[in-house]
Every structure is written in C-alpha cells, then in structure tokens.
C-alpha cells in the first residue's frame, strides 16, 4: 500500500482549440440535463381486508430522465438496471418474486392493487425488446442470465425455449416483441429480497423501507416483490432513452388480535385494530433524505366506505341529521393515531357502491424522536366485502391416471358484480369479453380439436362463444404450447367453463427435476377483461399528480386475474435405470459369451457317454467325499461317483492355476483402468 | 476393448466352472476308452463356426464403438508446444535504440561508446522473461562538426548536426526544452536519446517524450555524463524508474479479456448529516478521457461512476486533540473497506472476465469528520488516501468545515470543481501505482536524482513504452501457460469432447500470438501489446469454454450404456 506524496498531476491548462469545443458542447448537454434529474418516491399504502388482515403495499420508484450517460453515471438510479437495460435493450420488463397465492374471493380482484400486483406463485418475468425480431431469443436468454445473477434466483431457467413464450395478442402489454415466462416452484425468501433492497438509494436503512423486517413480511399470508422497468422514448439525437424504475412489494399480513381472549363469534365481527409496530415490529422514524416524497397511504375501499355510511346512516337516523360526506369523515367509526394531512374521496361516476377514501400521512413531519406509527382502531364491528371482478377464475384437472386427463378453466360469475353489470344488461347484446392466456409445457400434449365450451352448464358450439383464437401447438423438447382465445360471454352468464384433453408425455431420463415425484406444473392462466377497467380516479390534484403511486391508480388498466397453477403427476422412471442397463448389458455379454464357448468347446454327446462309462468304476475315498459334498450342496440324490483317485491332485494344480490366472487377469484389469 | 475384457472374464470363469467338475473331464485321462472317442481331428466346419462368430463380434464391436463415440476438434498440440518451448528457451527479445548526444563536448565518441556501454551492462540485471536487445549510438557535437559512432548506425542520422547548442538549456523552463527537444530528433522515432551539455546549474530532466537530458558543470564532467546516461537509459527508459519488487510485473491490473472497468463510486457515510454528489460527465471527459487513450494499446479502458448513501466504513477512527480531527491509522487500512455494507457492484456492461477496478471517494459523517489518515511515522497523509493493488484505491474528503446544515439537511450539495480535481490527481496517482509506475515525478538513482516531467494524459511516451513491453511479454506467457494447460488437459482426457469453436480459438490465439512475437522483434510495441491482448483472451475463452467444464468427468461405465448420445 503506497501513499501519495504529493499531487502529481499537473492539470491540462491548454486546451486545444477543438477541445474547446468539445467542452461547450458538454456543457450545453449538462445544461438540458439539469432540467430533470433522477428521482425517488417512496411510498406505502395500507388497506384492511374484509377477513381481519391487512394489506401493505410498497412503491418505490426511481426514475433516470433520458441522457448521453445513461448506464455509465449515476446519482441515485441503480447501475446494475441501467446497465440491463442497455445491454440488452429492454423496452419493458417485469419480473415478480411471489409466495401464496392472492385470495381473490375475499381480497378482492377489482381494484388497481389486485389487477397489476396479484401475480402467479413463484416467478414471472416478462420483457419487450426493442431490437430485431431474429434477435429477441438471443437477448431473452442472455437476461435470465443475468437476472438469476442479480436477484439470486433460479431465473436462468427460463432460458431454455421450453419454458418461455411469445404471446402474440392476449397479454396486455402485447407486441410481437414481448416474451413470457414463469417458474411455478421457485422459492422466494430473504436471498432474492436483499438484492431488490440494493436497488434504492437507502436501502432497507431510512425511510419506509425500514418497516420490511424479514420474519414480519414472511409470515405474512402473501408476499409479492416486483420490479417492473419501462424505457421512455429518448429525447433527442445522441440521448440514451430515460428509465422509470417501479419496484412494488405487497404482502398480506395477519394484525395480531390485541382482544385474544375474547369468545370467538363476537371476535368474529370485529375487525382487528393494528398499528405497524404491531404488524411489522417497526416503526418509520424519518424518510430516506434522497426520496422527494414520501407518504403513508390508508385505502378504505368501496365496500367498506359503503358499509360505513350505511352504519352512519342508522346511527343519526334517530336524530334526523342529514349529513354530509365532510361531517362523515371527520367522525368516522374508527380512530387513527395521526391525523392524516389530507383526505382524497374517489370521484364516482361509473360504481353507485360508494367510492373509496384515501388518507395520506406525510412522513416527512416525523422524526427519530417522534417516529410514525400509525394505528386503527376500530370503535364499531364492520363486515363488508371486497369489489370482485366481473368472474371468478379456477382452472383444475380432470381425469385420472398417468396416461390422460383434462385442463378445465371454470369461471364464474360475482354476484357482487351483477349491479354495475346490470347497468347494460337489458340491451339485447350485451357481451362480456374474456381474454384468456394459458401455456401449457410440451409434455403435457394438449389435443386443441378437444376444447369445450360450458356456458351455464349447458354444452355451446365453440364458434358461438369464442370470438378469436391463437394457438400455437407444442414441439416436442422445443417449445410450449400456447392458447390465447377472446371469449364473448352473455352479460347474464352465471357460469362458463373450458376443457380440453391431454396427453401427458414421457421426459429424457436427464430432463427429470430432481424432486420428479412431487409432479410437475402447469404455469397459471391469465384471464384478463378487457372491457373492465381497474382504476381508482381521485380529485384531479397537484398532489396527486406528483405521488407515482396515485397517478399508477389512475392508469387505465384492464381487470387480470391468475388461476392457480395445476400440479400434473407424470409418470416417473426408476432413477436407477442407468445402472440397470449396465447390468443387463454386462449379463448379456456375460450369456453370449459363455453359451458360445461351451457350444463350441464341449462336446455333449461324447461326455455323456464318458460318464456312463465311469458310473461303473470304482472311486477314491477323497473324490468321493468332494462329489458327496458337492452333491449336498447341490440337494440332489447323490450318486456314487464314478471319478477315478490319481487324477484329483492333477486336477487340483490345474484348478489353482487357473484361479491364478483369472485373478491376475482381474488385478491387470484394474491396472489398466485406474 | 471392455467387451473383450469381459469376454476374458466369462471365459475364465467358465473354465473355472468346468474345473469344479474337474472329475468329469475327458481330457488328459489317462483310462480314457480309445474305442469310444472321435478319432478325427475337429474340421474346417467348426473353424469357420468359429471364425464367422468372432467376426460377426469385431463387425458388432465396430458399431458399440461408433455409437459411444465422442467428438474431439484436432488442436494443433505441436505448436502450442513450440510457443511456448520458444518463449521458455529463448526469450522474447524487444530490440531498443539508444543514441547519446553530447553537446560542446570533443571527447572520442568510440572511447564514450565503448564506456557507457560498459556501464549499461553493470546497470542491467536480467529478467529471465523477456530480455532487451539494445544498440547504442553515441554522437558528439564539438559545435562545428560531429562525430558519430558507429559511424554507419542507422538511427543516428536523424540529427542534424549544430540544430542544439548549450544556450537552448540555459533557460529553466523545461516542458520548454522538451518541445524543442521533439524536431531535433525527429518526430516520430522510436529511439530513446540523451543529451549531455555543459552548463551552469546541474541538472538531469527526463522529458514526456523519448528525451532526457543532463547539464553537468565542469570538472569530471565526461564520466560523470556516463554513468548518467548509462542509468537513465537502463533504470528510467527500460525499467520505467520503478524499484525492483515494489508491485510485481504479475499484478498487472487488466482483465483476461483485455479489459478494465474503472468504477468510481461516491460514498455518502450518512446521508441524514449530509449528501454529496458529483458532476463526473465533466470529469470524465476533461480527465480520464485522455489517459484512456493513451492506454488504449495496453487495455480497453470504460469509465463508470455511482453514488452511494448509508455506506458507513468499518473500521473505528478516534478523536486526536491535537490534530481537532479524527484519525485512523494505516494498520486499520485492511478494515476500512465494508464489503458488506459498500455494494459496488460488478458491472453488467462489463465482460465476464474484465477487471474491474474500484475508486472509492468516501464522504464521513458528521460524528467522524474531519477524518484523516496517519502515516506509520506519525505524519498525516497528504493526498488522504490508499489503494489495494488489483481492487482499486480509497480517497477520504472531508466537506468543507464539516459544518452541518441543520436547516436543510437534505438538499444534495456538489462537491467544488477544485475538490474533485485534486481528487482525480489523486486517482490519477493511484492508478499508475496500480500499474507499478511511481506517483511522483522524481527518480532517484544511484548517480543522482532525476526529474521526471510529468505528462497531461497521466503516462509520458516511454512509459507507455515500458507498459507495452511489460504487458507483451506478461500476455504471450500467460497466453502459452493457458494453451499448455488445456493442451495437457485435452491429452490427459481422452474422452473429452471438444467442440470446433476451441479448435479455432486455439487456432486465432496461436496466430495472434505470432504476430504479436513478430511485431515485439521489430519494435513495435503497441500493435504487439494489442496482439498479444487478443492472444491471451481467445486463450481464455477456449480454456474456459462451457463445453470443457460439462464433460471434463466421464466415468468408464458409460462406456457400456448407450442410453444416451
């Protein structure tokens, strides 16, 4: 380790005359470039769930405005993304890191959370690339490469044609530039969370990234880590092309019950009061200083707000006061530790249930001595239910047996949702349009000419409900199989159901995972609604503007929801196989071998004769102890020998000799081969 | 062969079989009934029985053999051994021009040749890797006519003679002597010169270029002049001033692949006292964009920078009263760097293979500024400073005053355009520490001290020079070394696959590298460094291909199932 002595460089006072140049034309870049500069929000919103859990959802974005450096310098927006995206020129990514599955039912499936954040268990990653077409594959593999090296995970996987897709029109964000992927049965812990922290500025060390303590957010009930990327056109000629950065983290958690010892029915109605210390064992104690806002969002949603003012409503009844939705929420039915700084209420034209309410604490205004931590305590029990989307999804197998079976994807309709869906009902065509999206890996051989059409339980014709169909059958070892269908349903449909026949295939012995008996599985199946949009639109605002994580609400995305993913059981080899065929093939010599030599070295009838022959001579007392032994081994009769007493020690050295030889033979064998 | 071994082992074994029954032998019997045994001799019928049965088994063996066949690309094994037979016997010889002017002198230039030579050969100590196979040619300018010896050098005629008389150094000047030094020689000549004058104030400069000079007062003027000039062309041009084993010619700090990635990283301790950040655009192309093209024949050479926060050291510092700042010491040095804390990333631009050198700028938190850095000798650092040879170097800046803005302690402040130049001298300094050169411009010889004339662009031509040598020689034997091994490699797994793609790298890097040997042996050093990068890198690449790694095991027993391939 040397030390400097002193400062050796002597600065270059002279410039030329086009260094010059060069210098005002860097500086009139830098001059633009100050305009926008890298940004981060942080952000986190908090929902209660109709069955006593509560929702957290973390927004974390950065965003690099469109430079001649972009993936070289950087100030706050991770290297590593900009880099990627270069590279590989990403136009938009999305990879989600899931465990548990989202209860549609009771969390709901309609709202802007569900519909982007509820995603399939294990891995999904999906990306645009803007290069040419021949060399997407190429670019798709190289970035599960380096993405498995980033986020710790088994992504590399994903490399092999087998396991990914080009959906053409049924997933969203749909170009012919997009591949698809998932892994069902990666296991997702603390391992690819770490590098996902290593993404923001702060890490988990400041700001409301503190709160994600590692026991508290996997025990939760789900646990989704996403990070989706988006490259925005590039402003002029020269520029490399601006990077938002979305990375979310929603998980499910379960307050612990302050009132245990209460009888369970009445606990039943009431819902739990929490606070984060009770939920994350943390609390925010000031915002991470290089974040330009950050909030703390409570999301009451439609159904509750709904349900609340009904209470209200029976309340004041007594007193005849007409109340007004200002009065209302200043005198809620529920008490919160801090008051929030501002209150939004949805803008309701299309949904008559009511509109959900949003309080936004600003974390700014706390500190280490006075940390945030908010709680809710509810004063009155509330049961409500969440905005389903328009039809519930399950997919299952039928059938059974190694040999055969059938995929069937039943949807079926919310009775929550027939009101806003009666408001067109009585048209005579009214339709309600299903995307569907399913893969299907090549050995689970699907017959397409097998699909089926169920709509209230009664057989269809398949051209009366599906308007448009896309499939891609599967190559063998090559590539998956795909279905992308349009589905237009009567708006009165109570329930509709696919099915469609496959054959399960047999695997190469070394494409087996190592866990073969545990099955294998079958990526969950987009059914998204296209005519249905989830987003939240609230008071057009400044404020709201400037949150990314209101203006994401906003966007109008369609309703999506993920069925589960299906364990098939293939029929699994005897691992050992290798080695029995080793066997089969040395006894086989062995038998060709030994049978050759004896047809051509004895001669049957002449020994025979031999023998009867001897049978009538005498023999010596230790041969005929040798052949009565050996004929007890044997467990045959024994007969009196007929073997003649000089030849036994001549036949002994030949023996000894020969077992010498068969020895050296063996020990020049493993001579040879070691 | 196994099959017939096997065929041994049942055989074998069936005789032993057959011995058991040894009673019931007809061979060898001595009361063996004559009337009932054949009398012929087995016929051609059973010979032919025989003979079709082992053909039709040579005919199958043919096929089991074809079937558990491997593919292996020829790699032309004798001349990889000759690379490197040839770079091990006789070494890589980089030829070398010296010409030595002396200036107002009329000694016998045969007589000085002959003397400094004899010096030379004292100064050199040899390098059993690569050698210099120098030529010396010596003028002497009386002033009205010169002298040359030999008289028939190719590389002296390039002076014209009386173009430099002692009144160009009388002035102190010397970036100006060095500019004026450049058209004497000529401009574009590979060979490095001295010039001796006589003169006033004593002095020994080493310009940016090929150029030294040494004024020497009067007196033993002429054998000091040698004894000078022997060391200068010796310690300074060949061995580019460095002391013996100070950073080993091994430590050279550049990827397999012919690359290095400087990734400078601005590490904020604690973002909630203060936040600090760059403007590095600037920096990168006002500073380092000249360095790395002057290193462009030695490495490819990206540039990357990051700002970090919440990156505490992990090393303690403590509070000197003396000093009213905090200190740490160099036995601390090896703890200062927090891997766990400090995530500076692997660049994914960069190549698998490229080095990455890391510079850190380390801000301190309020609790530990100023933050200074102590000597083993008591002494504060100057620059504030360490590197780590291979990872990269540490700079300590303490804000200005370490005053804590408690009003806005948020608002990201830049650090003043002066601050970040020292530092980039800084950085500068360290880099070419990292390279073995020394980070100041002094050289202190046995015969005197040197004045070394430091260049804007961080390396002067001769130390590119030494650079270029030093980084052939080191490329072409790893580049042997690599391609040794995998040949060894190769030979000792007879059932190795090996793709066509190793064969042809094998194939590019031996052609690289016979040009970069040819290229050395002419002299010029920049295409030969480049050639002999590309040589070592298509090495690596086939010793490291992914096909060897899959099939370097293959047990024996596969042999005889053909379940797969």
Redesign the interface.
Known sequence: ????????????LVLTHQFMQ??IA?GSV?EEGQKQEEEFNEELLLKPLPDRKVLAHFHFQSSAPPS??N??????FP??IS??V??FRVKEMELSFTQGRWNYESWGGFDPIPSSNAKPPGVELWAVFDVPQHQIDASWQNLTH?LSG?FCASINFLESTTTYSAPEWSFPPASGNLRYGTLPREAVCTENLTPWL?LL???D??GIAVLLDRPSIYRGFYHSQRLHLTSTGSGSEGMVSGIILEQTLTVVLQPNSQRAGMAYASERHIQPSWSLTSIFGKQVS?TC??AKSSNVYLLLDRGLVAELEHLHKENEKSAENGFTSQNFWTKPSFELSADPDRIFIEENSLHSKGSSVLYKFQVEKYSESEPFDLSLTWKIPVVWLSQQAPLHASRFLMGSGNERGAIAISLKSTQLSEGFMGANADDERCDLQVNVFQVVPWYVKVYFHSLQVFVNQQPKAISDIIEKIHVSPSKDKVSPGVMEMVLKLPCKVNSAALTIEFDKGFLH??EYPPDANQGFDIPSAIISFPNFHASMIFLKDDSVNKSPLLSKFQEKSPVMSYTEALLVPLTTPDFS??YN??TI??TV??LY??S???V?RR?VA??E???K??AA?KTGRL?LL??KLSAKLRGRQWEP?S??P???S???A??VF??I??AG?AVG?QYF?S | MA?I????????????DN??E?????E??????PK???KTKPGLK?LF??FS?LFSFLLGLQFLWKSVEIYRSPLPFREIDSLSTQLGSDHLIFPLHFHALFVGFDSDPDRLRLSILSEITKLTSQNPKCSHNYTLSVTVDSGSHCLHSPTTSPHSCSYQCGSITAIDFDQNDDVAIDERLVPVFGGKTNEYSVVVVKGESERAVVGKNRRAWVVVGSGREVEIAVVKVAEVLVKVFVNGGREEG?IRNEFMPVGADGRIVLSFNLLNAD??DW?Y?W????I????LA?MIEALGPVANI?????????TPKASFSYWDQQLQSYVFS?KD?PFFVNSNEW?L?T???AGGRSKILQFVVYVPSAKECPLL?Q?PNGEI???N?????MWGGVIVWNPQGCLKDDNK??A?RTIPMQDL??M???F???F??LFGFK???IYAGASGVWNLL?S?R?FTEWELDVLSRQHTCFNLHSCASTLGSLSRLVQSLPRMIIMDEIGKQVKFSLEAAKLAQSNASNGVYESSAASSRQARSLAEDAFFHPSIMSVSYYS??HC?????L
């Open positions: 380790m040397a030390l400097l002595q002193r400062p050796f460089f002597v600065l270059l060069y210098w860097f830098n001649t450096s993936g070289r310098h950087h100030h706050i290297k590593a880099q990627l270069q590279k380096t980033l290593k500025p702060c890490r060390k400041a000031g200083v290089l012995i070394d196989m290798p065929v080793i093939t040395c010599f062995a071998f030994g050759l030599l004896n051509l001669r002449e020994e004769r031999f023998l022959e001897k001579k041969s040798l052949s020998p073997s003649p000089a030849s036994s001549f036949i002994n030949k023996l020969k077992v030889l068969v033979l064998w081969f | 099959e071994s096997e065929a041994h082992d049942s055989d074998s074994s069936k005789s032993t011995a058991s040894a009673p019931t032998q007809p060898s019997e001595p009361e063996f009934n009932l045994m054949r059973r029985l025989t049965v100070s973002p909630r936040v950040d403007d590095f655009r600037k990168d192309n006002n500073l000249p990206s540039v990357e920078s990051q700002v970090l926060y919440h160099t040095l995530h990333d660049s994914i631009a850095l000597l650092s100057n620059t400073g360490f590197i780590s040879p302690p948020t990201r130049e020292n980039f001298e800084v500068t300094g360290q070419r520490q980070s100041v411009n430091p804007e961080g024996f027993e005889f199932a053909v379940y797969s």
